[in-house]
């Protein structure tokens, strides 16, 4: 299955860009990429995903490096409330096997 | 919407006891999963489901057991709990294996 990794932690301050990398080299054709940040003590909750094209929505970019083994996801203007634990997983069209989430990103921002 | 549904917020089992941990989605998702999430952990998926009446292990699947007789409904049962069952479990589930995972607020266990 293919799997993620992701720096432990990272530090922003307040309302500056925030730029999460994601390492995927064994991705497969089929997977998409996915986000998902998790606020203590609540569930996880969707960001963006993308499969080759950069994608932009209201809450985030995600900018797939041409090989696609490599991801970024973008906050625009870090808020307090962006602080969380930020996972990158890849999705395989054809079932559930590989939804592993691994340890993600805790991104702290500073006032 | 109320999205997914878990219940109960909080358990606390004696070591073999059993119980069942209950998911409800009304969004007529197609896919279902139950995580567990240990402290300063990543998830892990313990079963997953397609549809109605078909359900499959994920990486975590030993001392838990699953059914899906409705789209709705995905229940997780533990059988005999064990110490090494004491986590958070999330329920999710999204429309299509590719879609976006809608998540429950989870459960918190505790086996002692």
């Known amino acids: 299955d293919a799997k993620t990794t992701q720096p432990n932690s990272m530090e922003s301050n307040e309302e500056e860009p925030v730029h999460l990398p994601c390492n995927h080299s064994t991705i497969s054709g089929t997977d998409y990429i996915h986000w998902y940040r998790q606020l203590p003590s609540q569930g996880p909750e969707y960001v963006i995903h993308g499969l080759t094209s950069n994608v932009n929505n209201r809450m985030a970019s995600l900018a797939i490096a041409e090989d696609r083994k490599s991801s970024t996801l973008i906050l625009h203007r870090a808020t307090l409330r962006d602080a969380a634990v930020y996972y990158c997983?890849?999705?395989?069209?054809?079932?559930?096997?590989?939804?592993?989430f691994g340890t993600g990103t805790r991104l702290t921002v500073i006032p | 919407n109320a999205g997914v549904t878990q219940t109960p917020k909080f358990r606390i089992l004696k070591i073999g006891q059993s119980m069942t941990l209950q998911c409800t989605q009304d969004?007529?998702?197609?896919?279902m999963y139950w995580y567990r999430q240990d402290p300063g952990m990543g998830l892990k998926l313990i079963y997953y489901?397609?549809?109605?009446?078909?359900?499959d292990k994920g990486e975590v699947p030993n001392g838990y057991n699953v059914s899906r007789s409705t789209t709705e409904d995905f229940p997780l049962r533990l059988e005999l709990a064990a110490p090494s069952q004491t986590s958070v479990y999330f329920c999710a589930s999204s429309w299509t294996g590719r879609s976006p995972l809608h998540f429950g607020n989870g459960t918190r266990l505790t086996v002692t």
């Open positions: 969004m007529n998702h197609n896919y």
């Open positions: 489901s397609v549809g109605a009446g078909i359900t």
């Open positions: 997983i890849l999705r395989d069209v054809t079932g559930a096997n590989n939804l592993f």
